[in-house]
């Protein structure tokens, strides 16, 4: 990777204790995006201008959750939030990240920014149901961002979580409305954690699970 300023955005990274080669990786990272976003739609228009809040800090405070992990997985990747900013983040302590996105063209744009940063990110462009099962008892951490309900993403993980893998799920301030649905089925584990980026939003820290049934 080549050395550069860091953009302006990378402010926003104040609060963390980041090193300057991280902020230079997910600087590029931001570069690639916006060059990308002209031509293949990555991610929500209206979110282009807040990428460094809405997306990078965002994905960024789930590493601090897990601060033994190595072992990462991240479905629904889409263009790498949380997975390839905690792929970036977490590169100096040897964490790994296997990134799960079934569509083409965001895989495209995963394995390009980690080819570009050298991080430890392996892409998988596959559906999770066929990903998940060569994951048991192999992933310390399991996170997915904007995919699904809690509900479906706890009938995905199930088979993770009971294995002993930990589940960290950002949620909007559908939060509550969430865990209830979900508790009709499950029994689990939870710590119900505060966004550093948003006041209504909420990360849910999931470590053990059962089914009701």
């Not at 963390?16 to 300057?20: G, T």
């Given at each position: 990777m080549s050395s550069s300023t860091p953009a302006a955005g990378v402010g926003h990274l104040d609060a963390?204790?980041?090193?300057?080669e991280t902020k230079e990786r997910l600087a590029l990272l931001e570069r690639e995006l916006r060059r990308w976003q002209?031509?293949?739609n990555l991610v929500g228009p209206g979110t282009l201008d807040h990428i460094w809040d809405r997306h990078i800090v965002d994905s960024l405070q789930l590493l601090d959750?897990?601060?033994d992990a190595k072992t990462w997985l991240d479905l629904g990747s889409g263009a790498g939030f949380p997975g390839l900013v905690l792929a970036i983040a977490g590169f100096e302590r040897g964490l790994k990240v296997d990134l799960v996105e079934s569509n083409s063209r965001k895989c495209a744009f995963l394995?390009?920014?980690?080819?570009?940063?050298?991080?430890?990110?392996t892409v998988h462009e596959a559906r999770l149901e066929a990903v998940i099962p060569g994951f048991v008892g192999k992933a310390d951490v399991v996170s997915a961002r904007a995919l699904a309900s809690l509900s479906q993403l706890l009938d995905w993980t199930a088979p993770l979580l009971k294995a002993g893998t930990m589940g960290l799920f950002p949620k909007g301030r559908d939060a509550e409305i969430e865990l209830t649905e979900a508790r009709k089925s499950w029994t689990f584990d939870i710590e119900i954690l505060p966004s550093r980026t948003d006041s209504e939003a909420r990360i849910l820290r999931i470590t053990s699970i059962e089914s009701r049934s």
């Open positions: 963390f204790d980041v090193s300057r002209a031509i293949k959750l897990a601060p394995r390009q920014i980690a080819r570009l940063t050298g991080v430890h990110a």
